[in-house]
């Protein structure tokens, strides 16, 4: 392991943070060390969902929201697009 240097990381998003720190002392594990497994994790893995296929969409299957919502969709395009003259 190199030498120890301290690091300082701005916009960090506190309860992340904090859960994230619970998870590594519940492992015993330094945050440091925590940190540079998951840096590396993320580093090899790359970012998840890139290239999100627009295909996707398509295997969206219709369902039922219930009753009295048999107009649901005039009334979002309303809302969206305005009344039709």
Do not use: C, Q
């Amino acid at each position: 392991m190199k030498k120890k240097e301290l690091h300082a990381i701005r916009g960090i998003d506190e309860e992340t943070y904090m859960k994230f720190r619970e998870k590594a002392l519940a492992e015993r594990m330094k945050v440091g060390e925590a940190l540079t497994l998951a840096m590396r994790e993320w580093i090899k893995k790359g970012r998840e969902g890139k290239g999100i296929n627009p295909r996707n969409l398509l295997k969206i299957k219709p369902f039922d929201w219930g009753p009295g919502t048999e107009k649901t969709s005039k009334e979002i395009d309303e809302i969206l697009y305005g009344k039709k003259r």
